[in-house]
């Protein structure tokens, strides 16, 4: 990072503006006193045009140093204990602000048509390959957007901001799937600012819908429901995509609470508003991942939580077989589920053979939600390695780097 930076000619004050980190942080980081994160590689890779270098040099984990596995090695995603803190605004980089302020009204509209365009692709990006590949691009459009928001007027401004609240959501997601919540409560906050002041309601519940999963990181049954209810109603009365990802949200603060018939009824309900969006890229607007397929892998993770591992493996297995090559992540979110199902059910070689399958996803995507699924099923698994399965799957998570 150091070399980087002076062949660069970047200073941190410079870094921390484009990476949005503060300048302690990266001080310490590059002085070998914090262990980067994921995310924070892939900001600087992007930064300093490091290619590919800076995200392979992330010290890999020790066990002990692995995120804790629930105490129940249920399904429920492992996400950082986070602290509530200020909500900082969005840091602008001086010369991309420089360059936004002299753009003229013709050279806006084709900037904003590229960068709708380009979200299109980095949201098919992320299905493909996952937040390790994704990110970076987000971010940083999301530099250009920031600056643009500060100098264009109406009736520009409306477009700008509902396309700077889409960006700013999937970074929120992305940091959510890379494992880092802080960053992920605070991409949504800006999103649900942009969505507030340009009067987009449907963002507005997205953005509710993006704070209901925190709350199901955190386990929080009441609140899940608190927020995805209170999507449902910005939303109003349109069907569609974001009305089944917003059931099925509902389902798993249901059955957070132990309410069995009730969640597989909104998965149900969920279904008959399913879309059949094979390619990945959001053109059906928000929660057309929400295909047939996608649902059963919900099912599925209900099922878990709900402490039923046998009806689980038919879901998961029947998600695996349904969903698109273009949602491998999601395959290995189904693969990993159906390890915890399986070791549940006592089957050690099943499991781990659907744990290899997963870990592959979570090492190429850089998921950390899959990782942390993995590690909370290896403890089971390990008084079973002698079994050649459950060995090599236990001696690839312990070769894997930091996710």
């Not at 310490?28 to 040099?57: T, Y």
């Not at 200020?86 to 013709?106: E, H, I, K």
């Not at 700013?168 to 992305?174: D, F, G, K």
């Not at 569609?240 to 059931?247: D, E, F, K, S």
């Amino acid at each position: 990072m150091r070399a980087l930076m002076e062949e660069r000619g970047v200073s941190l004050r410079q870094l921390a503006k484009v990476t949005h980190y503060d300048v302690g942080y990266l001080s310490k980081v590059a002085n070998d006193l914090k262990r980067p994160s994921l995310p924070l590689a892939h900001q600087l890779e992007a930064a300093l045009d490091a290619g590919g270098n800076l995200v392979n040099l992330v010290p890999a984990r020790t066990g002990a140093q692995r995120r804790a596995p629930v105490a129940s090695a249920s399904i429920r995603d492992v996400g950082q204990t986070v602290t509530p803190r200020p909500l900082p605004a969005p840091v602008v980089d001086s010369f991309v602000d420089r360059r936004m302020q002299r753009l003229s009204v013709s050279h806006t509209e084709e900037l904003l048509s590229h960068l709708r365009e380009q979200w299109f692709m980095l949201v098919r990006t992320d299905n493909l390959l996952g937040p390790r590949h994704a990110l970076g691009g987000v971010c940083a459009q999301l530099t250009i957007l920031t600056a643009l928001l500060r100098h264009v007027r109406p009736p520009l401004r409306d477009t700008a901001l509902r396309l700077a609240a889409r960006y700013a959501e999937s970074a929120a997601w992305l940091y959510e799937d890379a494992g880092d919540l802080i960053a992920s409560r605070r991409w949504t906050g800006h999103a649900m600012e942009y969505a507030l002041e340009v009067g987009d309601r449907p963002m507005v519940a997205w953005t509710l819908f993006r704070r209901s999963q925190h709350a199901q990181f955190e386990g929080n049954g009441a609140q899940v429901v608190g927020l995805a209810e209170a999507a449902c109603r910005e939303q109003g009365n349109v069907a569609g995509p974001m009305l089944a990802a917003i059931l099925q949200q509902h389902a798993h603060g249901l059955a957070l609470s132990g309410v069995e018939v009730a969640s597989h009824e909104l998965l149900d309900r969920a279904q008959e508003y399913a879309t059949t969006d094979d390619a990945g890229d959001a053109r059906a607007g928000h929660g057309a991942f929400c295909t047939p397929a996608y649902l059963e892998l919900q099912r599925g993770r209900v099922w878990l939580t709900l402490g039923r591992p046998g009806r689980a493996v038919d879901a998961f297995e029947s998600a695996i077989r349904e969903l698109s090559p273009t949602y491998q992540r999601d395959r290995g979110l189904a693969h990993a589920g159906l390890s915890i199902a399986l070791t549940q059910e006592r089957q050690p070689e099943a499991a781990a053979s659907a744990a290899v399958q997963a870990l592959t996803v979570a090492q190429d995507s850089g998921s950390s939600r899959i990782f942390s699924m993995l590690a909370s099923v290896a403890p089971h698994l390990a008084r079973h390695a002698h079994l050649n399965p459950v060995a090599e799957f236990l001696a690839g998570l312990a070769a894997t780097p930091a996710v």
